[in-house]
Nanobody, 121 residues
């Protein structure tokens, strides 16, 4: 089993920044992909950014140039640096970890509990 714990959410003014962290623990030999998703009230969950091990990093169009995903494999940790935050970025942000490439393709990874990000003046 794998457990994911996120931190770093909170309330920030428009134009501000936040850095989210997600630490994976448990029986882990390798992590293929780490990603961040978000879900705003009344909306479907959407992919924010994904970072496969050795693969291309991908971002949602709405966050390109503002958000940066990174990972520290030695610490089994993924980060999301969010700059120039806007009210439309308000959502619950959850991290997602897939141990293998087939787990990633088939959506058989692990989810964190989510952390609230609120952008408001």
């Amino acid at each position: 089993q794998v457990q994911l714990v996120e931190s770093g959410g909170g309330l920030v003014q428009p134009g501000g920044s936040l850095r989210l962290s997600c630490v994976a623990s448990g029986t882990i030999f390798n992590i293929y992909a780490m990603a961040w998703y978000r879900q705003a009230p009344g909306k479907q969950r959407e992919l924010v950014a994904t970072m496969p091990n050795g693969g291309s990093t991908n971002y949602a169009d709405s966050v390109k140039g503002r958000f940066t995903i990174s990972r520290d494999n030695a610490k089994n940790t993924v980060y999301l640096q969010m700059n120039s935050l806007q009210p439309e970025d308000t959502a619950v942000y959850s991290c997602y970890v897939a141990l293998g490439v087939m787990d990633y393709i088939r959506g058989r990874g692990y989810w964190g509990q989510g952390t609230q990000v609120t952008v408001s003046s």
